[in-house]
């Protein structure tokens, strides 16, 4: 009988062990089995991050139509950027983080940047326009894309040194002609501005109907000559960039009108970086310009761009019945639900191109919005 209960005894042992060894057993791998699918969603996480920034650089190329970057170091950015009121209002626009919490999206379905304001600087003009090497300004290049039904406003800004003491300045703005068609000035604007003393100061003069007028008859756009004397006959007005006037260059602010936008309201799964969730969700994502070294990017020097991570599984797929029932047909196809962005809304920004102008214009699709598996 003893020997029946020993057998017995050692067959249970065999067949399910030791309860001690029986617990660890059977706890042991679902701990390694979460560990592993959480490093693997990191990773996979990680990869999705770095595949939108690098999306991001080539979007921002294509959509400004560029095949590269503009070559324009921080040290021309400082030369080239005007310190005047129509630049500072477009800067005071942005934080140091954009916000992208917005209670209406507005859509764009363009697949290019739509500009909005341009800021050209005056160069010097073609040496057929001048007597004595005079004047040495100035000449505004515009692109013959630019359509004159669209212009909203065209103002012309130049900067008056100080003046001694307070006095009258006579602001004459003339168009310029070649010298062999005789009279190479044709006066187009004379302002009497009082000035104080010591003070220097931007003044805009509306130059609209003479930018029509360059845009339709381009060949009749030599440039135009500007001064500003005072009653001792000095000529405050800055034209050429001298030592420590860099920034005060006479430019030219073009207003274009836009299209303006259907607002929808904007809805979905939002996840911090560190978050447990496994399904589709929006993360967010920082970018930063300097990183990229594009000193020509004027602002925002950073923004949130966001980005989607996370599983698609059929269980979630209620609102895409159409790619439910394809994957339900092919389940070892290698076509399966993606998690992708299903809005995007634009940012605005502030750059100089390829010739060196200041633009400020819209860029679609830069910020998602919202998540979703298709």
Not at 91 to 103: E, I, P, R, S
Not at 295 to 324: F, V
Request: net charge neutral.
């Amino acid at each position: 009988m003893q020997l029946i209960q020993v057998l017995l005894y050692l067959s249970l042992c065999v067949a399910f062990g030791p309860l001690g060894q029986g617990d660890i057993s059977a706890h042991q791998p679902s701990v390694t089995t979460e560990e592993s699918e959480q490093c693997s969603t990191c990773e996979y996480r990680q990869h999705n991050k770095l595949m939108r920034l690098h999306a991001i650089k080539s979007q921002i190329l294509s959509k400004l139509r560029l095949k590269q970057a503009p070559n324009i170091s921080r040290d021309v950015v400082k030369q080239l950027l005007p310190k005047a009121p129509p630049l500072q209002q477009l800067l005071d626009q942005y934080d140091v983080l954009a916000d992208d919490n917005k209670d209406g999206i507005m859509e764009d379905d363009d697949d290019h940047a739509t500009t909005e304001t341009i800021m050209v600087m005056g160069t010097e003009p073609d040496p057929i326009v001048q007597v004595d090497k005079k004047p040495r300004c100035c000449i505004f290049s515009f692109s013959p894309k630019i359509q004159s039904n669209r212009i909203v406003k065209a103002q012309l800004w130049v900067h008056l040194r100080p003046a001694d003491e307070a006095t009258t300045v006579f602001l004459q703005i003339s168009r310029l002609k070649p010298v062999t068609d005789g009279n190479r000035h044709i006066r187009i604007r004379s302002l009497k501005i009082d000035v104080k003393a010591g003070t220097s100061s931007w003044q805009s003069i509306d130059v609209k109907q003479v930018l029509l007028v360059w845009l339709k008859q381009p060949e009749t756009n030599w440039g135009i000559e500007i001064n500003a004397f005072d009653t001792k006959g000095n000529d405050l007005v800055v034209t050429s960039v001298e030592p420590g006037e860099e920034g005060l260059q006479p430019f030219m602010e073009v207003k274009i009108s836009d299209n303006p936008k259907r607002s929808r309201r904007d809805s979905g799964l939002d996840c911090e970086e560190n978050s447990p969730e496994s399904r589709c969700c929006r993360y967010p994502l920082t970018v930063d310009f300097e990183d990229f070294g594009w000193d020509w990017i004027i602002a925002p020097k950073r923004y949130k761009a966001n980005y989607c991570s996370g599983e698609c599984e059929y269980m979630h797929l209620q609102k895409y019945p159409h790619t439910h029932l394809v994957n339900k047909a092919n389940p070892r196809g290698t076509a399966g639900p993606c998690c992708t962005p299903t809005k995007m809304s634009p940012i605005n920004m502030l750059y100089f191109n390829r010739k060196e102008q200041i633009i400020y214009g819209k860029i679609p699709s830069m910020v998602v919005d919202r998540c979703g598996c298709s």
